[in-house]
T-cell receptor, first 112, second 115 residues
């Protein structure tokens, strides 16, 4: 079946540090890939997405590239801010499928 | 445009009680779903619907019922609450474009405690 694996957290960084959160997936077809972010006490919000191999999704300084050869979709940001502290979820959806599969989430804490 | 709304925000139940978690969306989305979020386990799909009158089970459906009588509403019913159902519940919806399902939009969640 389909699955998503994320690096375990929590991840603690100082402000302006470089961020990488690893995500790898297993899928039988050609999925779309997503990163969602959950701020404390809130629901999940879409951060970025990529629908085919070699696509790069980007938003708010975050980037992730769909790498079919390594089945990965790692999230990166060049300079994190305190306001980026949240839980980040990697997810996939099979193309023309309805349901999402989420990874366990990675908690990021950014210290001033 | 309120997006996806959920009520209540918090609920405490005793073992064996029943209740309904409400979910509504005003985006005319065909697809709606319910997830539970537990520490270290991400989100797990409980039930989903691809349109009014159509529902199906997800990964963890036991102990929950759903119905979809309108496009807008997708209530989740706990028939006889158990402590193992203590969790945060999220409702989500998504549309279909060019035959492919789009990203999901999430509600703010309901935090449920079963004593």
């Amino acid at each position: 079946g389909n699955s998503v694996t994320q690096m375990e957290g929590p991840v603690t960084l100082s402000e302006e540090a470089f961020l990488t959160i690893n995500c790898t997936y297993t899928a039988t077809g050609y999925p779309s890939l997503f990163w969602y972010v959950q701020y404390p006490g809130e629901g999940l919000q879409l951060l970025l997405k990529a629908t085919k191999a070699d696509d790069k999704g980007s938003n708010k300084g975050f980037e992730a590239t769909y790498r079919k050869e390594t089945t990965s979709f790692h999230l990166e940001k060049g300079s994190v801010q305190v306001s980026d502290s949240a839980v980040y979820f990697c997810a996939l959806r099979e193309n023309y499928g309805q349901n999402f599969v989420f990874g366990p989430g990675t908690r990021l804490s950014v210290l001033p | 445009n309120a997006g996806v709304t959920q009520t209540p925000k918090f609920q405490v139940l005793k073992t064996g009680q029943s209740m309904t978690l409400q979910c509504a969306q005003d985006m005319n989305h065909e697809y709606m779903s319910w997830y539970r979020q537990d520490p270290g386990m991400g989100l797990r799909l409980i039930h989903y619907s691809v349109g009014a009158g159509i529902t199906d089970q997800g990964e963890v459906p036991n102990g929950y019922n759903v119905s979809r009588s309108t496009t807008e509403d997708f209530p989740l019913r706990l028939l006889s609450a158990a402590p193992s159902q203590t969790s945060v519940y999220f409702c989500a919806s998504g549309g279909v474009q060019a035959g492919s399902y789009n990203e999901q939009f999430f509600g703010p969640g309901t935090r449920l405690t079963v004593l």
